[in-house]
Nanobody, 114 residues
Framework: VKLVECGGGLVQPGGYLRFSCAAS????????MGWYRQAPGKQRELVATITVFASTNYADSVKGRFTISRDNGKNTVYLQMNSLKPEDTAVYSCNLRRGSVDAWGKGTLVTVSS
């Protein structure tokens, strides 16, 4: 499985970005997907996850601002990020999990700064 993220960049506080993560292979629709982030000098943390049945879970720090979604027809998971804050600055990576498969994208940098 190969994951390719798109959508990072520089955005001002209060702005928005939308990530996408496209997966190769045939197990996307039966896999849990997630977005994680790692800020400079900090450990990687969970941002949001979405199950096969589209149930979602969010870190408290992003609830109400971020939305994770998936399109099984396109093998793609999305992360809509609104009301961005400087503390959202990090490298964001998508993750796919299914049984023994635990795949990661290379990550995309988001910088929230004026």
């Amino acid at each position: 499985v190969k994951l390719v993220e798109c959508g990072g960049g520089l955005v001002q506080p209060g702005g928005y970005l939308r990530f996408s993560c496209a997966a190769s292979g045939s197990i996307f629709s039966i896999s849990a997907m997630g977005w994680y982030r790692q800020a400079p000098g900090k450990q990687r943390e969970l941002v949001a996850t979405i199950t096969v049945f589209a149930s979602t879970n969010y870190a408290d720090s992003v609830k109400g601002r971020f939305t994770i979604s998936r399109d099984n027809g396109k093998n793609t998971v999305y992360l809509q990020m609104n009301s961005l804050k400087p503390e959202d600055t990090a490298v964001y990576s998508c993750n796919l999990r299914r049984g023994s498969v635990d795949a990661w994208g290379k990550g995309t940098l988001v910088t929230v700064s004026s």
